[in-house]
């Protein structure tokens, strides 16, 4: 599966941005989808996934103000992004794990095949 990622931009603290991750290859409806961001001189770490069933998970740092979504007719994830922080300034990624139903482990970066370029998104204070 190929993946392309975007939707990342400049935008100041307490606004939205909407990313996309849109995946070509083959479908990825009965694939586990996620997020993961990767802050500069930090790891990547876990933002949000989707399972394939619709069920969600997401970081605490991020409850409430991030939501994922899916649309598998367009083969695409959505994360839509409110009330940003200046600490959620990174590069994004998105991740799938092909054809898979991840349950505990889907915070893992190994229990993920795929993963698309990346984009950045950086929030001002």
């Known amino acids: 599966v190929q993946l392309q990622a975007f939707g990342g931009g400049l935008v100041q603290a307490g606004g939205s941005l909407r990313l996309s991750c849109a995946a070509s290859g083959r479908p990825f409806s009965r694939s586990t989808v996620a997020w993961f961001r990767q802050a500069a001189g930090k790891e990547r770490e876990f933002v949000a996934a989707i399972r394939s069933d619709g069920t969600t998970v997401s970081a605490d740092s991020v409850k409430g103000r991030f939501t994922i979504a899916r649309d598998n007719a367009k083969n695409t994830v959505y994360l839509q992004m409110n009330t940003l922080k200046p600490e959620d300034t990174a590069v994004f990624y998105c991740?799938?794990?092909?054809?898979?139903?991840?349950?505990?482990?889907?915070?893992?970066?190994?229990?993920?095949?795929?993963w698309g370029q990346g984009t950045q998104v950086t929030v001002s204070s």
């Open positions: 991740a799938v794990a092909g054809g898979r139903f991840i349950t505990s482990s889907v915070r893992r970066l190994s229990s993920y095949d795929d």
